[in-house]
């Protein structure tokens, strides 16, 4: 640094110099321009809604469960479901569920399995419902099985 | 005697701010912008995937096995379509099953007898570790997901994901 001083002392004595000085404005219009239409690209482009995931369980091995416990669902090809619990059958239509869900766990005394049955030929997007329908009620951990999903509510591995 | 104008001069709007906050939002469209993969860029058909609202934990990306079940859109055929996300291990899978071309890529169509040895390949290969993901169309009959669970449940594959679109949209 010491080196360096009598150099500016140098320029220094031959006077300032106005154009030297002068603020440098360089004309940033197209630069802009062109960083405004990348931005509005980005933004038009960029999608927020990601898939998102259910868990899924299967059991390895089959469990019996007495039927006393569970609430079967089955999955009609129309949309309908058919209800049997506790030596009674009710038909429902989707999205009367978590009233199913209440009145099962009230009836049964054990913890309730709701298994879900879909034939082959229901629309997967019919179960999908019916399983997010569940699991908004409550019904946690959730157990498939060939046609069967079994869904067992509250605690414990019951299929 | 005429009045002395004053020149006219064009006013001056500081944009710096502007331009920098431009930027800041360019810089962070740009980072967050993905890409569609080849696999995405190979694929024939669109999944309509089934609506979910309880569930909000979002698809991974490494180490991912994705089964789709898709309807062509050309011919509206059924069928499965199996891709690795992790390289090295598609590659060893893909060496271990003769069905399958060399020149296969990420994606591949394959009937269900293929699917199976698909699996249980992939689980060999990664040493348990992938995961796997249904991916269907939700006009499709559930025959076609209550096969691959059945496959599943053979390979002791017992946990899996079944995609979503979240309800409503949003971030």
């Known amino acids: 640094m010491a080196s360096m001083a009598p150099k500016q002392d140098a320029s220094r004595k031959r006077g300032p110099r106005r154009t030297r000085r002068r603020w440098i404005t360089p004309d940033m219009t197209a630069l802009v321009d062109i960083a405004l239409l990348l931005l509005m690209f980005f933004i038009v482009s960029t999608s927020f809604n990601s898939p998102v995931v259910m868990e899924m369980t299967v059991p390895e091995g089959e469990k019996p469960v007495p039927l006393s416990q569970v609430v079967s669902v089955v999955i009609q090809p129309d949309g309908l479901l058919k209800c049997s619990y506790a030596e009674k059958t009710v038909y429902l239509m989707p999205g009367h569920i978590a009233g199913l869900v209440a009145e099962a766990t009230a009836l049964i005394k054990d913890v309730p399995v709701i298994a879900v049955d879909a034939g082959s030929n229901v629309r997967y997007g019919l179960v999908v419902d019916v399983l997010d329908e569940l699991m908004l009620a409550g019904v946690d951990s959730r157990f498939v099985r060939k046609n069967t999903v079994v869904l067992n509510n509250i605690a414990g591995l019951s299929y | ?171």
């Open chain 2, 1 to 171: 005697m005429p009045k002395i104008k004053k020149k006219r001069t064009g006013f001056v709007l500081d944009m710096t701010p502007l331009v920098d906050i431009a930027f800041l939002l360019l810089t962070f469209f740009m980072f967050t912008a993905k890409f569609k993969s080849d696999t995405e860029n190979e694929q024939k058909f669109v999944i309509e995937r089934p609506k979910s609202s309880a569930d909000t934990s979002k698809l991974g990306e490494k180490d991912l096995a994705i089964v789709k079940i898709a309807i062509d859109t050309v011919n509206s055929d059924t069928s499965y379509y199996y891709s690795i996300s992790n390289e090295d291990v598609r590659a060893q899978v893909y060496q271990a099953i003769p069905t399958i071309p060399a020149d296969a890529k990420a994606m591949i169509a394959v009937d269900s007898a293929t699917l199976d040895r698909l699996i249980i390949e992939t689980r060999l290969a990664s040493k348990y570790k992938v995961k796997f993901a249904i991916d269907a169309d939700k006009r499709i009959e559930f025959k076609w997901v209550a096969d691959l669970m059945e496959i599943m449940r053979k390979y002791k594959q017992t946990e899996f994901q079944f995609v979503t679109d979240k309800e409503g949209g949003g971030l």
